[in-house]
């Protein structure tokens, strides 16, 4: 372990002991949590990406009249900055700016619902995108128009190679919600028709914990199996889960995880909240969780503290949070979004 470490982790424990928190949570309204509504009940996983927040954060001036070099240039530097890993859009923007008329140049925001059933994409739209011209460019680029104005314009793979070679599947099929200031796809239309139907009907758990994240740039929400699949020490090399299996007999108890989500909030702050099946056990898990996250980091190497400080370590409820302050040029939301992490433990 890094001892310049120490006497942060010793600052967070005294907080755990003395009983403070220091956690401020919203309670509802946060624009996360409001998207969260809109996606299927069974999604197990998310990944946001609040566009708007992300041009502001790099005073990136873009709009509808943007040229797609500059468009990939604002992609680049989000990308850099630690701020675009949870898009599904990454390689589609330009193209898509340039010919669909929406881009992550000049949407709201962006949420990536994940099921055993499909796929969906969730993107708010605001006054920087005309729909009307973008139901214009879809029916002149081979979408085939839906009877209602709110229902599914089918493309397809050929439709869509046919656009550009760059655009994700999950662009595949589309609805245009005026109204609600909404664009959904999905690389599959029954699926998005379902969720038409069943639009607000969202994962209450999952909105719960991207509630504690309050409002980040960009964050990722799992469920509990998810996280416990994806996250394990099982994804590491026999050497490091020996390794871990050590690290956690050393910290302390942990308890299996029923959610996991981390968010990356303005300037080089983070939020990691892990989510416990009984709110007995967060406080204990709170200070196993944090002593791990300012230790060695098996499977991805080096320790935790190379990538981000614990400023901040509690428990509210069921939930573990864990406040962190990433280090210069690190990426650390794409670090910590995919196994193994050891501090996520279940």
């Known amino acids: 372990m890094d001892t310049r470490a120490l006497p942060a982790l010793a600052a967070v424990l005294l907080l ?7 956690v401020r949570l919203l309670q509802s309204g946060t624009p996360l949590e409001e998207a969260v509504s809109l996606v299927p009940a069974d999604t197990t996983r998310l990944s946001w990406t609040d566009w708007s927040g992300v041009r502001r954060e790099l005073g990136a001036d873009m709009g509808p009249a943007s040229s797609a070099e500059e468009v990939e240039a604002f992609m680049d530097a989000a990308f850099e900055a630690d701020l675009s890993p949870m898009s599904a859009l990454g390689t589609s923007a330009a193209e898509m700016h340039e010919k669909m008329g929406f881009s992550p140049a000049t949407v709201s925001w962006e949420l ?17 995108v005309d729909l009307d011209v973008v139901a214009d460019r879809l029916a ?21 190679a046919g656009v550009g070679s760059m655009l994700t599947p999950e662009l595949q099929h589309v609805a245009l919600l005026a109204d609600e200031g909404l664009v959904l796809t999905s690389d599959q239309a029954p699926y998005l028709e379902q969720v038409l139907e069943d639009l607000g009907q969202g994962p ?14 960009a964050a990722a929400v799992y469920d509990g199996a998810y996280a416990c699949e994806h996250l394990a020490m099982a994804q590491a090399d026999a050497d490091a889960q020996a390794e871990g299996d050590q690290l956690v007999d ?15 909030l303005p300037g080089d702050d983070l939020r990691a909240v892990l989510q416990v099946e009984d709110a007995d056990d967060a406080v204990t898990d709170a200070e196993t969780r944090a002593r791990l996250a300012a230790g060695p980091a098996p499977g991805q190497g080096g320790d935790f503290t190379d990538r981000f400080t614990v400023d901040q370590a509690g428990a509210a409820g069921r939930e573990v949070v864990l406040d962190l302050r ?21």
Not at 204 to 214: F, P, Q, R, V, W
Not at 326 to 346: K, M, Q, W
């Open 250 to 264: 050393a910290a302390g108890e942990v308890h299996p995880l029923t959610g996991y989500a981390l968010g990356r």
């Open 204 to 217: 209450e758990e999952l909105a719960d914990l991207a509630a504690s994240l309050e409002e980040p740039l």
């Open 112 to 128: 990536f619902a994940q099921s055993g059933a499909g796929a969906v994409e969730v993107l708010g739209v605001g006054d920087e």
């Open 140 to 160: 002149d680029l081979g979408w085939s128009e839906p009877e209602d104005a709110d229902g599914v314009w089918v493309g397809g793979p050929d439709v869509l």
């Open 16 to 22: 755990l002991a003395g009983g403070a928190v220091g």
């Open 326 to 346: 990433a280090a210069e040029g690190a990426y650390v939301l794409s670090e910590l979004t995919s196994g193994p992490v050891l501090f996520a433990t279940c």
